[in-house]
T-cell receptor, first 115, second 115 residues
């Protein structure tokens, strides 16, 4: 596609429910990143995928958070047993390579609200 | 821990005023530096970046930033702002020791430019 797409754009859920957020990277991009933006804060790195390599999960805030990337393309971020502090905008980005010189292109984000 | 500090959370200017947004980071090693911008209703996009060489870098729309290594700073400037510059601006760093652009973002600065 022309850019990174994410779905849903908005998600409202009840505390304790599981949610899945989807990211479609730019076609051909091998690197994919997830970030979280909480109210009044900057973007916080969550997880990074590069090709078939093991992902860097060092930014995941708890074991309730997990992500996978199927076939080296689409990625799903799953939050289990959601808590109110999980409310944030979840942003996905992709880049054409993994090197530090590769620009990350961001999607529109998914706004998650946990009631 | 690595961190990025943006000194101003909200800035209000009149058109044609000069702009300088501060950004400082804490990390002892070599970093790549970025400014991203998010216009209302749009995706986060890259404004400019510094990897090496001339510490004064120019980006899109007349923006520039200067890397001062001794001050761990990467301030964003524009000599004369326009109403269309109204947006949120994020400074980010990526330690190159990580091998990829694991971006660490500041909290952002909301700029409002009045006609």
């Amino acid at each position: 596609g022309a850019g990174v797409s994410q779905s849903p754009s908005n998600k409202v859920t009840e505390k304790g429910k599981d949610v899945e957020l989807r990211c479609d990277p730019i076609s051909g991009h091998t690197a994919l990143y997830w970030y979280r933006q909480s109210l009044g804060q900057g973007l916080e790195f969550l997880i990074y995928f590069q090709g078939n390599s093991a992902p860097d999960k060092s930014g995941l805030p708890s074991d309730r958070f997990s992500a996978e990337r199927t076939g080296g393309s689409v990625s799903t971020l799953t939050i289990q047993r959601t808590q109110q502090e999980d409310s944030a905008v979840y942003l996905c980005a992709s880049s054409s390579g993994s090197g530090v010189g590769n620009e990350q292109f961001f999607g529109p984000g998914t706004r998650l609200t946990v009631l | 821990a690595q961190s990025v500090s943006q000194h101003n959370h909200h800035v209000i200017l009149s058109e044609a005023a000069s702009l300088e947004l501060g950004c400082n980071y804490s990390y002892g090693g070599t970093v790549n530096l970025f400014w991203y911008v998010q216009y209302p209703g749009q995706h986060l996009q890259l404004l400019l970046k510094y990897f090496s060489g001339d510490p004064l870098v120019k980006g899109i729309k007349g923006f520039e930033a200067e890397f001062i290594k001794s001050k761990f700073s990467f301030n964003l400037r524009k000599p004369s702002v326009q109403w269309s510059d109204t947006a949120e601006y994020f400074c980010a760093v990526a330690p190159i020791s990580g091998g990829y652009n694991k971006l660490i973002f500041g909290a952002g600065t909301r700029l409002a430019v009045h006609p």
